[in-house]
């Protein structure tokens, strides 16, 4: 089997539907066993091309989620979990032919409903504020728990709230227009044959170059 193959197989799944593949449809796909595809599955999450649950089943392929994480993305024909804020505004850049999704949220602090048209041509408007809680250097000790807590707020009170009411403390804020940015080309490729994550030192060389600085993001 070529991984490659299975790989594009879950992310073409998530991005047509929605939704991750059966195992046993992967099997079929791919002519595999279910054994080859589950051992495929598992070297794939181990590369972090995907985060596989207890039970081995894909509960994300980034941006891509099986599990809802506070987003809703919407569109044409489909709709999606949006995973974190970074991942739903991602998705209209890796999914051109939707034009603008319709992304939504609640602010975790207050509850207030949020919804902007995000396309891959301009930042949405809006002065609401993104807030990445874990750093990069522990992002994937829990990933879906680093996803869960990229959220977006309000406003910066909003943010403050929340971390007082959840004993945290304060990550990173952004405004939209730099998630806009962090999120249009971060995960180019992943959608083709031969995708090849970043090396370190290109991955920070992206980081600055959308404007992100500081210990918060290894720079
Ligand atoms: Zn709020
Ligand atoms: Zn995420």
């Known amino acids: 089997m070529h991984l490659e193959d299975l790989r594009l197989a879950v992310y073409r799944s998530f991005a047509c539907t929605g939704r991750p593949p059966k195992v046993d449809d992967l099997a079929e796909q791919l002519?595999?066993?279910?054994?080859?595809?589950?051992?495929?599955?598992?070297?794939?999450?181990?590369?972090?091309?995907?985060?596989?649950?207890?039970?081995?089943?894909?509960?994300?392929?980034?941006?891509?989620s099986a599990v809802p994480l506070g987003f809703a993305v919407m569109g044409r024909q489909t709709l999606w979990w949006g995973g974190c804020a970074w991942d739903s505004f991602a998705l209209p850049h890796l999914l051109p032919d939707e034009g603008e999704v319709l992304v939504s949220t609640r602010c975790p602090a207050c509850s207030r409903p949020h919804a902007w048209?995000?396309?891959?041509?301009?930042?949405?408007?809006?002065?609401?504020?993104?807030?990445?809680?874990?750093?990069?250097?522990h992002m994937w000790d829990d990933v879906v728990h680093t996803c869960r807590h990229q959220r977006l707020f309000c406003t910066v009170d909003?943010?403050?709230?929340?971390?007082?009411?959840?004993?945290?403390?304060?990550?990173?804020?952004?405004?939209?227009?730099?998630?806009w940015r962090f999120a249009s080309h971060w995960y180019d490729g992943r959608l083709d044959r031969g995708y090849v994550r970043r090396e370190p030192e290109a991955a920070k060389e992206y980081l600055r170059s959308v404007g992100l600085s500081g210990p918060f993001w290894g720079l």
């Open 117 to 137: 048209n995000v396309g891959n041509k301009r930042p949405p408007d809006g002065e609401q504020v993104a807030h990445f809680l874990v750093p990069v250097t």
């Open 158 to 179: 909003c943010v403050d709230s929340w971390c007082r009411e959840s004993g945290s403390r304060r990550g990173y804020v952004m405004d939209l227009r730099t998630l």
């Open 31 to 64: 002519t595999l066993d279910v054994a080859a595809v589950r051992a495929g599955l598992i070297e794939l999450a181990g590369a972090r091309h995907l985060v596989l649950d207890q039970a081995d089943q894909i509960v994300m392929a980034h941006p891509f």
